[in-house]
């Protein structure tokens, strides 16, 4: 299983900003998985618990107003925000069977398939609270950068496909969002995870 640390991600940038041929698994702006290669190991993930009867958690992580941000700022401050955000989900989802990837353009998806509920809860709450911290050098409180962290987790069955995951956890971002943003929140599928 791959690991992140807090330099992996800026090391592949540099590396495809270096390179003339860039890793079509990675994002070059975050070094996080694209949306195909965290797809594809999302689906290997499921059909790996369903045979092991096992839990599995994602965590998706959207970043709140930021198109606000960009137009406020532009969008060499908007790659860098996001280089940064990923830097945070790539230093504190680094456990075994932890996989991070770039799904849209502010938004994230992290695997989780070695932690409860319970503990990528924490991780959420971890990850909400250090990009809160950032000085991205805003000009308007308006346009600062929050996150809205959604964790779902369910039992993987061969009756349902992991996109029933991803669905929980996209409808735990529009429940952040009624909320106003900037908090974490969590959708169970079954009562055994």
Known sequence: MQRFTDKRPRRRVMDAIASTSVDEDFDPVTGLATRAKFHA?????????????????????????FDAYRSAQGDTAANDCLSKIAGIIAKTCRRRGDFAGRLRDHNFAVLLSETAPKGALALAEKIRSEVKALDLGEVASES??????????????????????????????????????????????????
């Open 41 to 65: 190991r999302a689906e290997t993930e499921w059909n790996r618990r369903c045979k092991n009867h096992g839990p599995m958690t994602l965590m998706l992580i959207t970043i709140d107003r």
């Open 144 to 193: 600062s950068i929050r996150v809205s962290v959604s964790v779902a987790s369910t039992l993987a069955r061969s009756n349902r496909f992991v996109d029933s995951l991803l669905k929980m956890a996209d409808d735990g971002l529009g429940e952040a969002a009624d909320k106003g943003g900037d908090c974490v929140v969590c959708v169970r599928g079954d009562k055994e995870s």
